[in-house]
């Protein structure tokens, strides 16, 4: 249990129009803080007013990008708001944090600074259709020096964005170009941990993809560039002969709570579901027989994300007639239903908390 102390705002701002979010625009009134030290363990937990937080120019995520996220989501409901699974989030953000030599956090004390926070800023929680509240815990080193070694201080942080549904104009597929050069992440590296510096190794080659009219790029596995990895910073699914084939966590592949979620589900509804290595040359050849019948990306922010078009080698592959599949549109349903409270969660992965 943290002692959380509460410096609230003396005014709080006024609200964005909730039916026009786009995403990780606005902020709410506050934030939780927390450091650590290696003499202290985690100390002076607090909420404060959001805003801008000092840093030492030689603070180390300045510099060696010490640095992990976690992405998850508040949903408004009757009487008052869930969170969708958030104690998988605490978990994976201490995988991250171990990989990067950053400290790990009480996954008790990571969903209580988040609820704490929510719950006092409750009124910024969206409840127009598809609107949700995007949680943003993050962490970084933060030694004042320039040495190169494991650190010995860190901050954590909570901060909140009242963010719209992701696709304006509804679910809709998406043009995806499979990328050859450039790699995401490689096995023995970071590819599992949620963090900065895999997003910052990314950005390239989204931005060529987007230059030519692409929404996002699979990723190749960083040995061979052979092997289906990811779409963008979501995981990826494809329904090949009625069966679901998702590339297998071998390291550089980020374990998605949305892809495990999809896999309880698909599995529950009698899909035969297979985690495995899929090489390009199988999912081509499929897509040319006609055999690759849906495919879709799996996140947090999106959900469930069709995918239309499949370019490689300069040739375009059309998945599902650009259509949403059936069975894509029948996972997104299920998921959002249950994340908005509307369908029976009888998993129990949702965390309510009553207001
Ligand atoms: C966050 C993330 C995902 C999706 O994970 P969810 O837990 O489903 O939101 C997939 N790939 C990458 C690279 C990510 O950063």
Known sequence: MLDIRVEKVEQRKEKPDFNNLGFGKYFTDHMFVMD?????????????????????????????????????????????????????NAKRFNDSAERLCLPTIEPEDFVQAVTELINLDYSWIPDANGTSLYIRPFMFGNDESLGVHAVHNATFVVILSPVGSYYKEGLNPVKITIEDKDVRAVRGGTGYAKCGGNYAAS????????????????????????????????????????????PSLTGSVLPGITRKSCIEILREWGYKVTERLLSV???????????????????????????????????????????????????????????????????????????
């Not at 929404?215 to 329904?239: C, H, P, T």
């Not at 019948?293 to 995918?307: C, H, L, N, Q």
């Not at 592959?317 to 908005?340: A, C, F, K, M, P």
């Open 36 to 88: 650590f030290s290696d003499e202290k363990g985690w100390y002076n937990a607090r909420i404060v007013p959001f805003g801008y937080i000092p840093i030492h120019p030689a603070s180390t995520v300045l510099h060696y990008g010490a640095e992990i996220f976690e992405g998850m989501k508040a949903y408004k409901t009757e009487n008052g708001y869930q969170m969708f699974r958030p104690y998988e």
């Open 203 to 246: 950005l390239r080659a989204g931005k060529v993809a987007a230059s030519k009219g692409f929404s996002q790029v699979l990723w190749l596995d960083g040995v061979e560039r052979k092997y289906i990895e990811e779409v963008g910073a979501m995981n990826v699914m494809f329904k090949i002969k009625g069966e679901i084939v998702t």
């Open 281 to 355: 040359d199988e999912l081509i050849t499929a897509a040319e027989n006609g055999e690759l019948e849906e495919a879709f990306g799996t996140g947090t922010a999106a959900v469930i994300s069709p995918i239309g078009h499949l370019f490689y080698k300069d040739v375009d592959h059309v998945v599902s007639n650009n259509q949403i599949g059936e069975l894509t549109q029948r996972l997104y349903d299920e998921l959002t239903g249950i994340q908005w409270g509307k369908k029976e969660d009888k998993r129990n992965w949702c965390v309510k908390v009553e207001q």
